[in-house]
């Protein structure tokens, strides 16, 4: 069974810019997960997706949106970057029946400079 | 809201001993409390998990226990390897849709088995 998988694994971009990071569940999962890890820190709850729906946020500004699609993938917009947005952005997904139970993809270096 | 809280921040130990790593949580309606280990430049890996209707739950040299009365619950490793090294990460949810399953991730433990 395939794994969550992202893209880009890195991305470099400048201060004002937009970055789109973009999330594969594992198949069979519906609900996808977005954290954020910066360095030195833990797991920060970034956004929930379920059946193509936004269910919950994290305290963080709206210019972090997303979206999920018909085939449950998902992606990550993060507007007008930030130098503090700097940081590992983690996906993860869940199965229908164990939604608690969260899988997580090899992450998004975002580097913002 | 949820508040997780994790001890040690780092543990040294060596090889063969065993490791424990401690955590407290604030929301009763928490009933979800997995393990994550993160290898260095790795993505954190489910390596075993409780749910609130048990106290102890083992898996080969892993073990957790839960005491749901006074809000903590812990990971135990026996026989440490080096192969153990990592950050491990404890986390609590809830389990139920509607309160939505964000989970709610303690600091981490840096853990380092000296061969």
């Known amino acids: 069974e395939a794994g969550v998988t992202q893209s880009p694994t890195h991305l470099i971009k400048t201060r004002g810019q937009q970055a789109t990071l973009r999330c594969s569940p594992i198949?069979?999962?519906?609900?996808v997960y977005w954290y954020q890890q910066a360095l030195g820190l833990g797991l920060q709850f970034l956004l929930w997706?379920?059946?193509?729906?936004?269910?919950n946020r994290g305290n963080f500004p709206p210019r972090f949106s997303g979206r999920q699609f018909p085939n449950y993938s998902s992606e990550l917009n993060v507007n007008a970057l930030e130098l503090e947005d700097s940081a590992l952005y983690l996906c993860?997904?869940?199965?229908?029946?164990?939604?608690?139970?969260?899988?997580f993809g090899p992450g998004t270096r975002l580097t913002v400079t | 809201g949820e508040n997780v809280e994790q001890h040690p921040s780092t543990l040294s130990v060596q090889e063969g001993d065993s490791a424990v790593i401690k955590c407290t949580y604030s929301?009763?309606?928490?009933?979800?409390f997995p393990w994550y280990k993160q290898e260095l430049g790795k993505r954190p890996q489910l390596i075993i998990d409780?749910?609130?209707?048990?106290g102890e739950k083992k898996d080969q040299r892993i073990a957790v226990t839960l005491n749901k009365t006074a809000k903590h619950f812990s990971l135990h490793i026996t026989e440490t390897q080096p192969e153990d090294s990592a950050v491990y990460f404890c986390?609590?949810?809830?389990?139920?849709?509607?309160?939505?399953?964000?989970?709610?991730f303690g600091g981490g433990t840096r853990l380092m088995v000296k061969p």
């Open positions: 929301d009763s309606a928490s009933n979800y």
């Open positions: 986390a609590a949810s809830p389990t139920t849709n509607n309160a939505g399953n964000m989970l709610t």
């Open positions: 198949s069979g999962h519906t609900s």
């Open positions: 409780i749910r609130s209707n048990v």
């Open positions: 993860a997904s869940s199965p229908i029946d164990r939604p608690y139970e969260q899988y």
């Open positions: 997706y379920d059946e193509g729906e936004e269910r």
